[in-house]
């Protein structure tokens, strides 16, 4: 048996006193990390977005990391990033959101990135685990309604977009102003739907839906299809049968809209078509701008080739991943940069003092004036985030509307 | 309803149901022979929409020579799958739920394996017959015709295969009882990889005939292998032709409760004809005719 000696009695303490000094530096810094999780589709066929969205999120939290974020305060501090994959499915999301909870011990949850049904599930757990949780990208405004319900139980819930009245006013105004100046003809009043079936599909369709009517315009089709569909050939007839005037189509996957808009082509239908987000997407210009010349769309929010600042943005997220920025990226990006701003300015990351925090956001980003509103969401129109109609044109992306933007006539 | 819209709705309907026909009839030449349910068929769909789309605009071969090389390759591959994944398998007593369990693994490895590989986007075949057919207010692209036509095609040959050939009797006397077979000298190992290798083809001309409408992707498989199985199940388990007719079946109910009613009740009313199908023929529309 080894004696103990006085000697070895102080070496012994001295490396205890060390290792504790270490531990205690050790959990200062670790005192001074955040770690912030995010949950979006990173597999599936909406795993396109999620990808752009992981790097917008990445490239944030590493400029804030390497000392060039748009900090708040004097205060420092490093932030843990770790993302989960949703599928695109809320029991997915939630399993998700459960293991950066309890394995991550996440400060602050960014998700879902991209879908509003995934958001609805996963608000609940913002008070359930005491976490605040931001979403990304999801407008359903169903999701405002949960908030407005019961403010109390969601005060925790922030969205970081804005509502699916913002494309349905959108829509509605553009399409009041090009009646009004006989860009497009108003025919029999006839307006009809083909989106995907989710909620932020149907919440687009039922808003513009509602203000169409309350204008004297009959909804005369709203077709839900399965995310991902690709085959619209019986839709189609059915439409081209019922003759609307207005054609509305929202998709949050690509190739549901490259599909959708060449087989409209061959259908030869002669309303007017105006489509809501997959023209974001680069790969929609890649595989349709020839079959996609005269087509509307909303919204332009995203435009390297005509914004300054969006090109150099999109250079840096090139020299970061290697691709060109869009519009998931860019949102995607500014949402981080809300919920880091929000822990810089609540001094740490109390709940309750980071919810209070986001609350009171006022923030000018790429994508413009980004500020919550009552309801939790982020606002549209002039003076927060624009909702801009685009047209292709020659193959290249043209805003029109509002006039006071608008980079080109329509045609 | 216009008549040129009713007759859209027909073919459309036939278009569709060549599809699910095309890959049904794959899952029950399996089933019928083997009794395996292979859940990694849709995978198989994928794969050869990749290899077209690597033959076709990749490497910018002739359409019929990437075509023909893809399901070369992909009918190898499903004897792979066969050799190395189900074989081995089948020689257990309790093979039932481990060939099920393997075949789901199967299709996450590959849905998995692809996205490593190709990533996560959405890659675009053109179309390989242009132009669009117009008589009187009637609208069809000739790709979609040619769809129809090809799959029948395709069908027939293998019905000819299936029902006029050694090899056909083969695959019948096998799927009747593989052990009688094998006692008159049927090499049952074989018969088995030949009917995953003619399953395995009939899914990549599906994938073939589908890359210029649906994009290649990852997960192109899923939802044609879930149509895949209701038609399996209409059709008569293991029934080639059953499978073949409840595929046309199926896309002309689809096209038709798409054109009287909201997209939304298509499923419904696909699937609740199915269940009615199946209360009042347990076994399904043309059980009794396997393989």
């Keep these: 048996m080894t004696r103990l000696t006085a000697r070895g009695l102080i070496q012994a303490g001295l490396i205890s006193a060390g290792l504790a000094a270490g531990a ?3 959990a200062h810094a670790q005192a001074e990390d955040v770690t912030i999780g995010a949950i979006g589709p990173l597999t599936g066929p909406a795993a396109n977005s999620g990808e752009a969205h992981r790097q917008g999120l990445e490239l944030a939290v590493k400029e804030w990391n390497e000392g060039q974020g748009d900090y708040a305060t004097e205060n420092r501090f490093q932030v843990n990033f770790v993302m989960e994959d949703s599928n695109s499915k809320p029991e997915v999301g939630i399993s998700a959101a459960q293991r950066l909870i309890t394995r991550n011990s996440a400060d602050l949850i960014i998700g879902d990135t991209l879908h509003s049904h995934v958001t609805l599930a996963l608000m609940e757990m913002a008070p359930q685990y005491n976490v605040p949780i931001l979403s990304s990208e999801p407008v359903s405004s169903v999701i405002a309604d949960k908030v407005l319900s019961d403010p109390e139980r969601f005060k925790l819930y922030w969205k970081g977009n804005w509502n699916s009245d913002g494309y349905g006013i959108a829509v509605h105004d553009f399409y009041a102003w090009a009646f009004e100046n006989g860009v497009v003809p108003e025919g029999d009043k006839k307006i009809a739907f083909v989106v995907e079936d989710t909620d932020y ?29 690709t085959d619209f050939y019986p839709q189609l007839s059915k439409l081209r049968d019922l003759d609307p005037d207005v054609l509305v189509s929202v998709f949050t996957v690509v190739p549901s809209g490259v599909s959708f808009v060449r087989q409209l082509g061959e259908q030869a239908l002669e309303a007017s078509h105006l489509a809501i987000y997959y023209p974001t ?40 991943f290697g691709v060109p920025a869009n519009y998931s990226h860019a949102h995607a990006y500014c949402t981080m940069v809300i919920a880091l701003r929000a822990i810089d300015e609540a001094g740490g990351t109390d709940p309750e003092a980071v919810a209070e925090k986001l609350g009171a956001t006022d923030y000018e980003c790429l994508l413009g004036r980004f500020q919550f509103g009552d309801d939790h969401a982020i606002q549209s129109g002039p003076d927060f985030i624009p909702v801009p109609v685009a047209q292709i044109q020659e193959g290249q992306n043209q805003l029109i509307w509002p006039e006071n933007v608008a980079t080109s006539e329509p045609q | 309803m216009s008549v040129a819209g009713f007759l859209e709705l027909v073919i459309n309907g036939l278009i569709s149901g060549s599809i699910y026909a095309l890959i049904g009839s794959g899952i029950a030449l399996i089933y019928g022979t083997t009794r395996v349910l292979n859940f990694a068929h849709g995978e198989l769909l994928m794969i050869a929409g990749y290899l077209v789309f690597f033959f076709a605009v990749t490497l910018g071969w002739n359409v019929f020579l990437a075509s023909l090389l893809t399901l070369v390759l992909v009918g190898a591959i499903g004897a792979l799958i066969q050799r190395v994944t189900i074989a081995p398998l089948l020689a257990r007593e309790d093979w039932a739920f481990r060939v099920i369990a393997a075949t789901i693994g199967l299709s996450i490895f590959l849905q998995s394996g692809a996205q490593l590989v190709f990533g996560e986007r959405f890659q675009s075949v053109p179309y ?10 009637l609208r069809m692209p000739w790709q979609r015709i040619a769809i129809f036509l090809i799959a029948l095609a395709i069908m027939a040959v293998c019905a000819l295969i299936l029902y006029r050939t050694q090899l056909g009797r083969i695959v019948r006397a096998t799927a009747q009882d593989a052990e009688a077979a094998l006692a008159v000298g049927i090499p049952s190992g074989l018969v088995h990889t030949s009917v995953f290798v003619i399953s395995a083809v009939l899914a990549g001309a599906g994938a073939i005939l589908l890359s210029p409408l649906i994009s290649v992707n990852p997960w192109m498989g899923i939802s044609y292998l879930l149509k895949g199985f209701a038609v399996v199940i209409l059709g008569g388990l293991g029934s080639f032709g059953g499978a073949v007719a409840a595929g046309f079946l199926l896309g002309l109910i689809e096209s038709f409760s798409v054109g009287f009613a909201p997209t939304e009740w298509r499923d419904v009313i696909a699937f609740t004809f199915l269940i009615a199908v199946i209360w009042v023929r347990p076994n399904g529309l043309f059980s009794g005719r396997e393989a």
Excluded: C
């Design chain 1, 201 to 229: 599909g149907i919440a687009n369709a039922e808003k513009i839906g509602e203000l169409f009517e309350g204008d004297g315009w009959t909804v005369v089709a709203t077709e839900t299809v399965p995310t991902a569909t």
């Design chain 2, 128 to 137: 390989f017959f242009r132009g669009v057919l117009v008589l009187g207010d």
């Design chain 1, 24 to 26: 205690a530096t050790g």
């Design chain 1, 281 to 320: 997407k680069p790969e929609f210009m890649e595989q349709a701008a020839d079959i996609a010349e005269g087509m509307y769309w909303a919204s332009l929010q995203f435009s390297p080739e005509i914004t300054p600042a969006h090109k150099e943005f999109s250079d840096r997220m090139e020299a970061a």
